[in-house]
């Protein structure tokens, strides 16, 4: 089976861990190609290929400031790809409130196994000091 063109779809293009980085990092603003070079530590054409993929599905916007090229996110883009992870959603909170469940039984029950230990070990001692403290002035 073929695979798909990395600029068919967001998914496509997101499936490599490169342009993902590329988007958290202009998550925080507008960048330009050198900032992203420097950021990411990787030479400028292969930056420029990303964006090139990014913006070819439109996941990145451009616009010129001067000499300089600036990116920054479509967010409007990115929409297929939340729709289809909240569908995951719900099943992962289901998941995380029955591991906060078991967790919570965990520590009630290492709780419950302590407090016998402490206080078996507590009532001891104090009943001889009380039972020292009685023959002292008996």
């Not at 590329?22 to 290929?49: C, H, M, R, Y």
């Not at 916007?61 to 909240?86: K, T």
């Not at 995951?88 to 520590?107: G, H, I, P, T």
Request: aromatic share 6%; glycine share 6%.
């Amino acid at each position: 089976m073929a695979r798909a063109a990395t600029t068919t779809d967001a998914f496509n293009a997101v499936a490599e861990p490169r342009r993902r980085q590329i988007l958290d990092l202009l998550f925080a603003g507008e960048l330009s190609v050198n900032e992203l070079v420097g950021a990411i530590g990787v030479a400028q054409p292969l930056v420029s290929k990303h964006l090139r993929v990014l913006r070819q599905v439109g996941l990145v916007e451009v616009r010129d400031m001067g000499r300089q090229r600036m990116y920054r996110i479509n967010g409007l883009q990115l929409r297929p790809i939340h729709d289809w992870l909240s569908n995951y959603e719900q099943w992962w909170s289901e998941r995380f409130s029955r591991l906060d469940a078991v967790l919570e039984e965990l520590k009630e029950a290492e709780t419950r196994e302590a407090s016998p230990a402490e206080t078996g070990s507590a009532a001891p001692g104090r009943e001889q000091k009380e039972q020292s403290d009685e023959r002292k002035d008996g």
